[in-house]
C-alpha cells in the first residue's frame, strides 16, 4: 500500500528529474548537530532535542540547507539518485531523504524556512501561532501531535487542547500546562479536535498517514518544508531562516 511518504518522495523523484539534477555529482551530505548548533539557548529546558531523544540532521545542496529531526541519525553522502533509492523502511534513511528534499527545494526557490530557529525563535514562534490558527482555521479545539513545549503553552491558553507525544518520559505528565497523552489516545484525540496541529516530524518517522484523514490539519517546523511546497500542505514556522 502507497504511503504519504512514498507519495512525497516519488514527487521529489520527478522534481529533480524535470529539473535534470537526478544525475549530476554534486554531493548531498547531512550530520547530526549538537544542541547549541541546532536550537542556541531558547527559554527552557524541555525541547525533545536537548533532552537527547531527537538531533537535527543537515543537508547542504549548493550551498541550499535542509534539515530533518530524528531519533536515528548519522552522517551521508551521495548523490540524489542515491539518495532516492534508499530504502524507505526506517528512520535514518527518511531523515536523510527528507533533508535533502529540503535542501534541494530551497535550492530551487520551492520553499524557504528550512533552518531551525535559535535562541529566542521558539518563543516568538509561540506568540502568533493562536492568532494563525484562528484566521486559517477558528477558533476550536486542538489537538497538538508532537510536544514543542512553546507552542502547547500559547495554544492551550487560548482554547480546548489535548496533545499526544511518543517519549515515554512525557507521557502522563502534565507539561506546559497539558496533560501529555501516549499513541495510544491518538485516534480518540483526533475525533475530538476541530484542527491537528501536527509536527513535520511525522514525515520523517512515516506516523503522517495518521493525520491526514479529514481533519483540518496545520504542519510546524522545518523537517516538513519542502513536502509542504510539493504537497501544497500548510506549514507554521516563522522564525526559521
Same mark, same amino acid.
Given at each position: 500500500?502507497?504511503?504519504?511518504?512514498?507519495?512525497?518522495?516519488?514527487?521529489?523523484?520527478?522534481l529533480?528529474?524535470?529539473?535534470?539534477?537526478l544525475?549530476?555529482?554534486?554531493?548531498?551530505?547531512?550530520?547530526?548537530?549538537?544542541?547549541?548548533?541546532?536550537?542556541?539557548?531558547?527559554?527552557?529546558d524541555?525541547?525533545p532535542? &536537548?533532552?537527547?531523544?531527537?538531533?537535527?540532521?543537515e543537508?547542504?545542496?549548493?550551498?541550499?540547507?535542509? &534539515?530533518?529531526?530524528?531519533d536515528?541519525?548519522?552522517?551521508?553522502s551521495?548523490?540524489?539518485?542515491?539518495?532516492?533509492?534508499?530504502s524507505?523502511?526506517?528512520?535514518y534513511?527518511?531523515?536523510?531523504?527528507?533533508s535533502t528534499?529540503? !535542501?534541494?527545494?530551497r535550492?530551487?526557490?520551492?520553499?524557504?524556512?528550512t533552518?531551525h530557529?535559535?535562541d529566542?525563535?521558539?518563543?516568538?514562534?509561540?506568540?502568533?501561532?493562536?492568532?494563525?490558527?484562528?484566521?486559517?482555521?477558528?477558533?476550536?479545539r486542538?489537538?497538538?501531535?508532537?510536544?514543542?513545549?512553546?507552542?502547547? &503553552?500559547?495554544?492551550?491558553?487560548?482554547?480546548?487542547?489535548?496533545?499526544?507525544?511518543?517519549?515515554?518520559d512525557?507521557?502522563?505528565q502534565t507539561?506546559?500546562?497539558?496533560?501529555?497523552?501516549?499513541?495510544?489516545?491518538?485516534?480518540?484525540?483526533?475525533?475530538w479536535?476541530?484542527?491537528?496541529?501536527?509536527?513535520?516530524?511525522?514525515?520523517?518517522?512515516a506516523?503522517?498517514d495518521?493525520?491526514?484523514?479529514?481533519?483540518?490539519?496545520?504542519f510546524?517546523?522545518?523537517?516538513?518544508?519542502g513536502? !509542504?511546497?510539493?504537497?501544497?500542505?500548510?506549514?507554521?514556522?516563522? &522564525?526559521?531562516?
Amino acid at each position: 500500500m502507497k504511503t504519504v511518504f512514498d507519495t512525497v518522495c516519488d514527487r521529489a523523484l520527478d522534481l529533480w528529474t524535470e529539473e535534470g539534477i537526478l544525475d549530476e555529482t554534486i554531493t548531498v551530505t547531512a550530520a547530526p548537530l549538537s544542541v547549541k548548533e541546532a536550537i542556541g539557548t531558547p527559554d527552557g529546558d524541555d525541547f525533545p532535542i &536537548q533532552k537527547g531523544k531527537e538531533k537535527l540532521m543537515e543537508a547542504n545542496f549548493r550551498d541550499a540547507r535542509g &534539515q530533518a529531526f530524528t531519533d536515528h541519525y548519522g552522517n551521508y553522502s551521495g548523490t540524489l539518485r542515491e539518495i532516492a533509492s534508499l530504502s524507505r523502511d526506517d528512520n535514518y534513511h527518511r531523515a536523510v531523504f527528507v533533508s535533502t528534499m529540503n !535542501a534541494v527545494c530551497r535550492s530551487l526557490g520551492l520553499t524557504g524556512n528550512t533552518v531551525h530557529c535559535r535562541d529566542k525563535g521558539p518563543a516568538e514562534c509561540a506568540k502568533g501561532v493562536f492568532r494563525y490558527i484562528e484566521e486559517y482555521y477558528g477558533k476550536g479545539r486542538v489537538t497538538i501531535i508532537g510536544f514543542q513545549p512553546a507552542l502547547a &503553552q500559547a495554544v492551550s491558553a487560548e482554547t480546548d487542547v489535548r496533545l499526544v507525544d511518543l517519549d515515554p518520559d512525557n507521557i502522563g505528565q502534565t507539561k506546559r500546562g497539558v496533560l501529555v497523552e501516549g499513541g495510544e489516545a491518538t485516534a480518540d484525540a483526533i475525533d475530538w479536535a476541530d484542527m491537528l496541529l501536527v509536527t513535520g516530524t511525522t514525515l520523517a518517522n512515516a506516523s503522517i498517514d495518521l493525520f491526514l484523514a479529514g481533519k483540518p490539519v496545520l504542519f510546524y517546523g522545518t523537517t516538513i518544508a519542502g513536502a !509542504a511546497s510539493l504537497m501544497g500542505w500548510n506549514r507554521y514556522c516563522p &522564525q526559521s531562516s
